[in-house]
């Protein structure tokens, strides 16, 4: 089988993905990040056999995929695209907007024992309560209409 054309654009983009990978704390394996990526990815998953050609420069994702990759890695897409607008790649710190009580926390230990099926299951319910609640919310701003007695 013959060896793709080297192109400098997805060899420079494999470095940083290996890089921010390293970084993030995931070892350098294609299986680890795929199964990392479709945990988070709402859509059809990636292969290990994908990931490995991002990570070696065969191939790089798409937008959709890019933004996810981003979030697992803890980079922005951008970063990860085009290179760090400053000369070392910082993984962004998470947001905690609020501590975590002890059912939360004892609810999150649970849940990172769980398959990655059930993990994914979860994260689909989660997503349906909170798209239902933002639904059932009345919307703010200066354009919302009135509603009487609120």
């Not at 983009?13 to 394996?29: D, P």
């Not at 991002?54 to 996810?68: A, E, F, H």
């Not at 760090?84 to 009580?101: D, I, M, S, W, Y």
Request: hydrophobic share 40%; proline share 11%; net charge positive.
């Amino acid at each position: 089988m013959k060896k793709p054309n080297p192109n400098p654009e997805s060899e420079a983009f494999a470095a940083r993905l290996r890089h921010a990978m390293k970084e993030a704390g995931l070892k350098s394996s294609a299986t680890q990040l795929a199964d990392a990526f479709n945990m988070r990815y709402w859509g059809e998953g990636i292969t290990p056999h994908a990931a490995r050609n991002w990570m070696i420069g065969v191939s790089m994702p798409k937008p959709d995929k890019l933004k996810t990759l981003g979030d697992v890695l803890q980079i922005s897409p951008q970063d990860l695209l085009f290179g760090p607008t400053h000369f070392n790649l910082k993984v962004r710190e998470p947001h905690q907007p609020a501590p975590l009580g002890m059912g939360d926390t004892e609810m999150l230990r649970q849940f990172m024992n769980l398959t990655a099926e059930h993990k994914r299951m979860v994260r689909h319910w989660v997503k349906l309560a909170f798209l239902s609640q933002a639904a059932l919310r009345p919307p703010k701003g200066p354009d919302a209409p009135e509603v009487p007695g609120v």
